[in-house]
């Protein structure tokens, strides 16, 4: 049986330059630079890819239908990263919960009996818009996706009252109270 061989071409943005050096793949774009290791993301060889830097494009070739899904979002995330970046926002909903910010470090009032400190990594900006909606801004969609759930984790939104930290677009469904 013949296996389908899977192909994509990539058009890249004037302003990204992507470069394969080793088993690591580079971009750097005008906000900054961010790498894929190939060793990690692909440990069997399941897929190829090869740079054409006249025509400035990326072309990605595989056997296996989920691997080649899986890699082309990956790569689409890195040239978004380097050009747009990635912005994500938590609001704080409940009375008294608040936030502060101090240099690399996120000063949280969240119904506790003391506050919670959350360091920053260097590589994620982070907005207090008001004292209750938080602002991060990162290149990397994984790296930004996973500080903002750990935040989120500091206090998830209660079932029956919802106050606690969210993401701004997301629903939380209240449970109906004790009926007497």
Known sequence: MKSKIYHYMFQLPE???????????????????????LNKADPRGLGAISLNSEKNQLELLSSCKSFFG???????????????GFLIYLKI?????????NQNTLLL??????????????????FLLDS?????????KNQTTQIAAKIRNL??????????????NEKVLVKQGKKK
């Open 93 to 101: 909903v409940g009375i008294g919960y608040r936030a502060s910010l």
């Open 132 to 140: 209750t909606l938080i602002c991060l801004f990162g290149l990397d």
């Open 15 to 37: 302003t990204v330059i992507v470069e394969k050096k080793d088993h690591v793949l580079h971009f750097y774009g005008p906000l900054g630079k961010n790498y894929i290791n």
């Open 109 to 126: 009032k969240l119904g506790y009996s003391h506050d919670l400190i959350y360091t920053i990594p260097s590589s994620i900006k982070v």
């Open 155 to 168: 206090r998830r939104p209660s079932a029956y009252k919802g106050k606690g930290i969210r993401l701004v």
């Open 70 to 84: 899986l890699f082309q979002k990956l790569i689409e995330n890195k040239i978004k990263g380097v050009t747009r």
